[in-house]
């Protein structure tokens, strides 16, 4: 079975910087592609950025781009989503998601395991 794990979410003042961290267990991710979403709240699930298989190709939710970077450690398991120059419109539960496919995908139906979620709250 697969589990993902989130954390590193918390509070933090717009300006402000956090570093996410999805721990994965039960397989291993060097070949497969991985996402982070999010949902505001009371707002639907939306995509905020993926990395395929190698590392090599990426994709952000625009309003992210120069802000936000995902990256991977396939010997730990483990993806990341560093988030810098945050604003109160990032607040939101950020999911983490793992895709039973090598190569990227904004839609979150094309994930197949997912985490419970870490909470980040920006304050103006």
């Known amino acids: 079975q697969v589990q993902l794990v989130e954390s590193g979410g918390g509070l933090v003042q717009a300006g402000g910087s956090l570093r996410l961290s999805c721990e994965v267990s039960?397989?291993?991710?060097?070949?497969?592609?991985m996402g982070w979403f999010r949902q505001p709240p009371g707002k639907e699930r939306e995509f905020v950025a993926a990395i395929n298989w190698s590392g090599h190709t990426t994709d952000y939710l625009d309003s992210v781009k120069g802000r936000f970077t995902i990256s991977r450690d396939d010997t730990k398991n483990t993806v990341y989503l560093q988030m810098n120059s945050l604003a109160p419109d990032d607040t939101a539960n950020y999911y983490c998601?793992?895709?039973?496919?090598?190569?990227?995908?904004?839609?979150?139906?094309?994930?197949?395991?997912w985490g419970q979620g870490t909470q980040v709250f920006v304050s103006s």
């Open positions: 998601a793992f895709r039973d496919s090598r190569e990227i995908t904004l839609n979150s139906g094309e994930y197949q395991n």
């Open positions: 039960g397989r291993t991710i060097y070949s497969n592609a």
